[in-house]
């Protein structure tokens, strides 16, 4: 995807080749996340949405990976970071649907950035590490979205009661 796409009014795509030019090193897809959403007009907007749709989801990690699934088991919730691939990523202004006016891609959640990285905040469900299966209450990305990394959600260090939008 790229700058070839329409856009909205006010929205500001970065020139062709920037992305490319400033790549920098390369991450590693640790394996993918399975979802019952075919393809993004089908994705829920967010994890609230997902989790009010019922639909859970499921995390498979690739065998050379799965020793460090080790220990996870004791977290309720975890930290999932994946690969958006097939987002556009030269936009710097958008204009959300939902929003009265343009805005800068580092105040929005849109999966159209420089670097397409989607994260959410998931419950364990279930745990297979041999199988290298992970179950979990809901997923909000397109079912094969590559799986960059997981971390445990820690409340005590994670969370900010007193954060404002």
């Given at each position: 995807m790229g700058a070839s796409e329409d856009t909205r009014p006010g929205e500001i795509a970065v020139a062709a080749g920037t992305i490319e030019a400033a790549a920098g090193e390369r991450v590693v897809f640790i394996g993918r996340i399975r979802s019952a959403w075919p393809d993004r007009d089908s994705a829920p907007r967010n994890l609230r949405q997902a989790r009010e749709l019922g639909e859970r989801g499921r995390v498979e990690i690739d065998p050379p990976f799965r020793p460090g699934l080790d220990g996870i088991g004791r977290f309720?919730?975890?930290?999932?970071?994946?690969?958006?691939d097939r987002s556009r990523r030269d936009l710097v202004i958008q204009t959300p649907r939902h929003a009265d006016?343009?805005?800068?891609?580092?105040?929005?959640?849109?999966?159209?950035?420089?670097?397409?990285?989607?994260?959410?905040?998931?419950?364990?469900?279930?745990?297979?590490?041999?199988?290298?299966?992970?179950?979990?209450?809901?997923?909000?990305?397109?079912?094969?979205?590559?799986?960059?990394?997981?971390?445990?959600y820690l409340p005590s260090t994670d969370a900010f009661p007193d954060a404002v939008t």
């Open positions: 309720s919730h975890l930290v999932l970071l994946y690969w958006l006016a343009p805005r800068g891609v580092f105040a929005l959640r849109s999966p159209v950035r420089p670097n397409p990285i989607g994260m959410g905040i998931v419950r364990l469900l279930s745990l297979d590490i041999g199988a290298g299966l992970l179950e979990i209450d809901a997923i909000d990305c397109i079912d094969g979205t590559p799986l960059l990394d997981i971390k445990p």
